[in-house]
């Protein structure tokens, strides 16, 4: 299966062909719809047919990383292995989700210490941060967090093999999640000087499209983590 949303976030319609329908769901040969995982919720959308349209409710990851399985609305007649669709995600709210993911990149440059959970739903988003004994200050992250928006930095996602990432140990150092190898090969999502950390998500190409964001609570969970939630202000 090919994931074609992984090379071009961009896209918002594909000719793909069925090939496993089962009580899970739609498989396909290609896709663009993003499945639930890494903080970022799966796409819903559309499957255009000649023998009717299909609602995709939801998008999930099946047994293996590159499984993606569409799930129909309850009720939906379905296709039959072979067939060809036109899949069509709902962009608006993608693209609504690419910012936000976008920004709590920048969010993990902004605040100094570990991530330890994050969960991104429509126009809003937040990031866990172990820190222990900080006080942060929300008017000062804002601040920042609006700069680097403001600064319109360039968003680059690339693939790195485990041999190149064990020969260039900087890498690491510079990213505040520690890569998963062992599959051969790595998805870094680099903001040139600003963050660098692996992520199979999908994100804008600058940070200007993000646009301006509003921090809201800063909560405490736990000793030493700190709940950081975000929207968009306008
Ligand atoms: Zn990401």
């Keep these: 299966m090919t994931l074609a ?3 071009d976030s961009y896209l918002r319609s594909l000719d793909a062909t069925v090939t496993v329908v089962d ?18 919720p799966g796409d819903v959308g559309v499957l255009r047919r000649p023998g009717g ?7 999930i990851k099946g047994a293996t990383p590159d499984e993606v399985i569409h ?11 072979g067939e060809r669709v036109t899949a069509e ?3 608006a709210r993608r693209h609504r989700l690419m910012r936000m993911h976008t920004c709590l990149h920048l969010l993990c440059a902004v605040v100094p210490g570990a991530v330890t959970g994050g969960q991104i739903s429509d126009g809003k988003g937040r990031l866990d941060f172990d820190v222990p004994g900080a006080t942060l200050d929300k008017d000062e992250i804002n601040t920042k967090l609006n700069a680097l928006i403001t600064a319109d930095h360039e968003v ?4 790195i093999t485990d041999e190149e990432l064990a020969s260039r140990p900087e890498l690491v150092r510079t990213m505040s999640v520690k890569p998963p190898t062992g599959h051969g090969k790595v998805r870094l999502l680099d903001i040139a000087g ?5 992520c199979g998500g999908t994100h804008v190409r600058r940070t200007g499209e993000i646009g301006k964001v509003a921090v809201g609570k800063i909560e405490n969970k736990g000793k030493q983590n700190r709940r950081i939630s975000l929207s968009f202000a306008d």
Excluded at 23 to 40: A, H, K, V
Excluded at 156 to 159: A, D, I, S
Aim: glycine share 10%; net charge negative; proline share 14%.
């Design 194 to 198: 600003v963050d660098l950390q692996p």
């Design 23 to 40: 009580e899970r769901g739609i498989r396909l040969d290609n896709t663009i719809f993003y499945p639930t995982g890494g903080g970022q």
């Design 53 to 59: 349209d299909i609602t995709i409710v939801d998008t």
């Design 71 to 81: 799930v129909p609305a309850p009720g939906s007649a379905l296709p039959a292995p």
């Design 89 to 91: 995600i709902d962009w």
């Design 5 to 7: 949303f992984r090379d």
């Design 156 to 159: 680059v996602p690339r693939w």
